[in-house]
């Protein structure tokens, strides 16, 4: 009984095999024909054989990325399901959009005397609902140039023409319509050579590949809007801001103040036709800063008179002049050169990324000043008497002892942040801090009855505020503060100037600075 049955199999293998090779399927172009399976291979959908026919039929296996999804027995209900797709698509206004199954899909026909159950609707939903259904696109790669190119991004549009349209509409955003399409055209733009600015180069830092592709329908960029506000804002970035137009506001105005352009501004307002539109009080305007998915690289040139500034203004000593003397010899004078620079934007930054100088052109050449400083000293006669402001002090720095240095510098070799004390008599009129003097008083000595002139210390870089409040009388040699390193200084000192009749003088023609040796 046995060896009956398994004869009976064996010609039933025979048979099969014979029929599959005597009536081929009619397969279509995205078909592929195998030979008849005696192990049915495992689906996705589960679907088991029931029996075995002598009639051959013919059925339709339907496979994801080679994955098995099932056996459809009625292939009519595939070209149904496609069909109901295209109509849905058609209904919800979403143009010139073919359906059909996504690249990722093949079917193969087979004929097979197997007899799978019936899953065709459990397939069809499972297409469906792993959108599988798919929509003849373009498919849009955005992909970082280097030694291993990269794809940042990827959108999936109707065509290559209404893309091109809306990166050009925003490549006009950031640069000139003339220069865009000079370069679009393959011109090259000359130099600047009056002042002002052009953009002179655009292009976007990232490759961009277009191919023929598939994809669901919801994922297709269906307008060159849904384009333009994906190269303008990203994916996803659906928050807008909005500015109210106040009296007097101006195009140029409102987009200097928010960081746009007056060509982004009005790009991105309807209602605003130009620089020179007028704009109403409560009108409202888009002033959503962009932040595109991609880099849009401008280099604009910039034509302009810049100053020449001379060296530092020399100073010479000259011992036939009494001290505090500033006689001119050469009088400074700025100088102008003609400068063309070329600055890099990315995507409407308010300022440059890099530049550079392309070339530079002298117009007139600045000019040194030359100063002869009297160094004689007479010696002071007056009432007043004057003393030092530190123990053990030393001279760091004269009066001009370089350029704008008014004042003379004293340190206590022995104690770094010692005592500061008074030089002579006098009320606190100024107690107080400056980002170049650091902690400062000011100390008003009076009038000396001897010469007339009325006399003013100061004393800067101290550590810490003065011990003493303005208003406070103080007397010579009183420790009023503490030697310090505050405001712009390179080291623990303390910057005594002195004031007669609200002129600056050198502090040693008053100050017993012959008893102090110099560093």
């Not at 990269?150 to 065509?159: A, L």
């Not at 590949?209 to 333009?228: C, G, H, Y």
């Not at 506000?229 to 928050?239: E, M």
Request: glycine share 6%; proline share 4%.
């Amino acid at each position: 009984m046995k060896e009956k049955k398994a004869l009976w199999y064996i010609l039933m293998l025979v048979i099969s095999v014979a029929l599959a090779l005597l009536f081929p399927s009619n397969i279509g172009a995205e078909d592929k024909i195998t030979s008849i399976d005696v192990d049915h291979e495992k689906s996705l959908i589960v679907q088991k054989i029931s029996s075995l026919t002598m009639d051959p039929q013919t059925v339709t296996k339907i496979y994801y990325r080679d994955q098995l999804i099932g056996v459809l027995l009625d292939a009519q209900k595939l070209d149904d399901a496609i069909s109901m797709k295209q109509q849905e698509i058609d209904s919800q206004l979403y143009n010139d959009y073919s359906i059909r199954l996504s690249s990722d899909v093949y079917t193969v026909t087979e004929r097979t005397f197997m007899n799978f159950e019936n899953r065709d609707d459990e397939i069809i939903q499972y297409l469906d609902e792993h959108n599988l259904f798919r929509a003849d696109t373009t498919r849009i790669d955005f992909i970082q140039r280097g030694e291993e190119e990269k794809i940042v991004d990827t959108i999936y549009v109707q065509s290559v023409k209404q893309f091109s349209e809306a990166l050009r509409e925003f490549v006009l955003m950031f640069v000139d319509e003339d220069v865009f399409f000079k370069l679009d055209n393959g011109e090259v733009i000359p130099d600047l050579n009056t002042f002002g600015t052009q953009d002179v180069n655009v292009y976007i830092q990232e490759k961009i590949k277009s191919t023929p592709s598939d994809a669901v329908v919801t994922d297709i960029f269906t307008s060159k809007e849904d384009i333009l506000n994906y190269l303008c804002y990203g994916r996803g970035n659906t928050a807008r801001e909005y500015y109210t137009v106040e009296p007097f506001d101006t195009v140029q105005g409102v987009a200097s103040r928010k960081g746009l352009s007056a060509r982004q501004l009005i790009m991105l307002n309807e209602s605003i036709d130009s620089i020179s539109t007028a704009l109403s009080p409560g009108q409202q305007l888009n002033i959503t800063k962009f932040s595109p998915p991609i880099n849009l690289v401008v280099e604009t040139q910039v034509f302009r008179r810049e100053i020449i500034y001379p060296e530092p203004a020399l100073y010479i000593k000259d011992d036939t002049l009494e001290t505090g003397t500033d006689i001119i010899e050469v009088e400074e004078k700025l100088g102008y050169e003609d400068v063309l620079y070329t600055e890099v934007y990315i995507n409407g930054s308010s300022r440059p990324v890099s530049s550079k100088i392309n070339s530079e052109t002298i117009v007139e050449a600045p000019v040194q000043g030359v100063h002869r400083i009297g160094s004689h000293y007479t010696p002071y006669n007056g009432a007043i008497s004057f003393g030092l402001p530190c123990e053990h002090a030393v001279i760091t720095c004269d009066y001009y002892g370089y350029a704008g240095h008014t004042g003379v510098d004293f340190i206590n070799p022995y104690s770094r942040y010692g005592d500061v004390l008074a030089v002579t008599n006098g009320t606190i009129i100024t107690n107080a801090y400056s980002s170049a003097a650091g902690n400062y008083y000011r100390i008003d000595a009076g009038m000396d009855e001897a010469t007339g002139y009325h006399f003013v210390l100061r004393y800067g870089h101290m550590n810490r505020p003065g011990f003493f409040p303005v208003g406070e009388t103080v007397s010579q040699g009183m420790i009023i503060g503490q030697i310090g390193n505050t405001g712009r200084s390179t080291g623990p000192h303390v910057h005594v100037s002195v004031y007669v009749d609200g002129q600056q003088v050198d502090p040693c023609i008053y100050l017993p600075c012959e008893l102090c040796p110099r560093y």
